[in-house]
């Protein structure tokens, strides 16, 4: 299974752009890159996904490197209700399972 | 449209016991993948359900089982329960259409004590 790396913690505080990096160096040619996201208490929320080319949505872009060994979530403009863990996970084109790794903790400060 | 629920929210039960949680899948969804999550570590895969019969699986013994129900829904049953097997319980649903799954949607979880 491929593995992503990302940073245990970030910082942002309130109405800031926040970009979360991903490094997928091992990412194969039909992995495709998925964004989830785990408030406190809860389950894990889809954020966004893609393979090849930048993605935008209402929730945040994906802005996906020419080579495809890294990516970056953005958040345009953050909220308080954005604090959670983000997780950078490769899924294979119609993969069954999804395969977690430790994700970022992002705090948003007011 | 109704989102993924799981029943229950809490369970407390001692080592040795067995133990049923419950998943009901979003509407439009016919497959349902289980995760556990241990307290500060991601979900881990257990299995995926489609068409009642189990279509993957992760690495977990074979005390953890599961049932898919003709509406969907669906069943983790953990035997003999381990401490180690307190954890967050992750229920997802998601359309499979031919051999492709569709995005997973969670469920809120059940959190599993074992005493």
């Known amino acids: 299974d491929a593995k992503t790396t990302q940073p245990n913690s970030m910082e942002s505080n309130e109405e800031e752009p926040v970009h979360l990096p991903c490094n997928h160096s091992?990412?194969?040619?039909?992995?495709?890159i998925h964004w989830y996201r785990q408030l406190p208490s809860q389950g894990p929320e889809y954020v966004i996904h893609g393979l090849t080319s930048n993605v935008n949505n209402r929730m945040a872009s994906l802005a996906i490197a020419e080579d495809r060994k890294s990516s970056t979530l953005i958040l345009h403009r953050a909220t308080l209700r954005d604090a959670a863990v983000y997780y950078c996970i490769l899924r294979e084109g119609g993969g069954d399972k999804l395969i977690f790794g430790t994700g970022t903790r992002l705090q948003v400060f007011p | 449209e109704t989102g993924v629920t799981q029943s229950p929210t809490h369970l407390i039960k001692t080592r040795g016991q067995q133990v049923t949680l419950r998943c009901s899948s979003q509407?439009?969804?016919?497959?349902v993948s289980w995760y556990q999550q241990a307290l500060g570590q991601g979900p881990q895969f257990i299995f995926q359900?489609?068409?009642?019969?189990?279509?993957g699986r992760g690495n977990f013994p074979p005390r953890f089982s599961g049932l898919q129900f003709p509406n969907y829904s669906s069943e983790l049953n953990v035997n003999a329960l381990e401490l180690d097997d307190s954890a967050l319980y992750l229920c997802a649903s998601s359309a499979r259409t031919g051999g492709t799954t569709d995005t997973q949607y969670f469920g809120p979880g059940t959190r599993l004590t074992v005493l």
């Open positions: 509407s439009g969804h016919n497959t």
């Open positions: 091992t990412i194969s040619g039909t992995d495709y």
């Open positions: 359900y489609y068409r009642e019969e189990e279509n």
